[in-house]
């Protein structure tokens, strides 16, 4: 049974950062591609990003990039989300993902099998 578990949400100012960390239990996390979503009130969820199984694919959303940055240490079996120059309209709550192994070949969009709970970010302006 594969748990995820999210941490590091809070308040921040606009402008601020975030590491939002996601601790992955269960089988095998090197074998799963990771994303993060959010999904903020009376929207809904939308895509951030992602990493692939491999470390070698990385995606984020348009209105992401060059801001967020996910990464993944398979030592510890953790994926993160560090979020920096954060604005009003980042504020959601962010949900870690796992996409179990399909094959080498692997590719957007993410196909979540499983989700974390969420965790909240605030930006304040």
């Known amino acids: 049974q594969v748990q995820l578990v999210e941490s590091g949400g809070g308040l921040v100012q606009a402008g601020g950062s975030l590491r939002l960390s996601c601790a992955y239990s269960g089988r095998t996390f090197s074998s799963y591609s990771m994303g993060w979503f959010r999904q903020a009130p009376g929207k809904e969820r939308e895509f951030v990003a992602a990493?692939?199984?491999?470390?070698?694919?990385?995606y984020y959303a348009d209105s992401v990039k060059g801001r967020f940055t996910i990464s993944r240490d398979n030592a510890k079996n953790t994926v993160y989300l560090q979020m920096n120059s954060l604005k009003p309209e980042d504020t959601a709550v962010y949900y870690c993902a796992a996409e179990a192994y399909r094959g080498v070949g692997w590719d957007l969009p993410l196909k979540p099998d499983y989700w974390g709970q969420g965790t909240q970010v605030t930006v304040s302006s």
């Open positions: 990493i692939a199984w491999s470390g070698v694919k990385i």
